[in-house]
C-alpha cells in the first residue's frame, strides 16, 4: 500500500485550472480500483491519496501522469508500508510483514 502525499508547488489558482484534469484523473483510478481514499490537506496545500499496489515503479508512473504533476503545480512524496492491520472494512487490503 502506499501514501501518496502532494504538496503545490505553485499558486492555488494555477492548481484550481487544473483542477478538473486532476479530478478524472483521481475517478479513473478509483475505478481501477488503485485509490481507496483520498482529499484535500488542511491548510489546503495538497492532498493525500491512499493507493493499492506492491509496485513502486507503477505508482511512480501513476503520479507522473496526474495533470497536477504534468502541469507543474505540485510535486509527490510517495510512501509505500505494509497494512497489517485495518479496520474491519478495509480487510480485503490488509498484508502480512515480509
Given amino acids: 500500500m502506499f501514501v501518496l502525499e502532494l504538496t503545490y508547488t505553485a499558486p492555488l489558482e ?8 486532476h479530478i478524472a ?3 479513473r483510478l478509483f475505478e481501477e ?3 481507496i481514499a483520498s482529499g484535500r ?3 489546503r496545500d495538497g492532498g493525500i ?3 493499492v499496489g506492491d509496485d513502486r515503479a507503477r505508482m511512480e508512473q501513476l503520479v507522473a501522469a496526474d495533470p ?4 507543474g503545480v505540485c510535486a509527490y512524496r ?3 508500508f505494509t497494512a497489517t492491520r485495518t ?3 478495509l480487510a480485503p487490503y490488509r498484508q502480512q510483514p515480509n
Fill in 68 to 71: 497536477f504533476t504534468a502541469g
Fill in 14 to 21: 494555477r492548481a484550481d485550472a487544473l483542477m478538473d484534469a
Fill in 78 to 80: 510517495i510512501t509505500e
Fill in 33 to 35: 480500483g488503485v485509490f
Fill in 87 to 89: 479496520a474491519p472494512e
Fill in 41 to 43: 490537506k488542511n491548510p
Fill in 49 to 51: 491519496i491512499l493507493a
Fill in 25 to 27: 484523473w483521481v475517478d
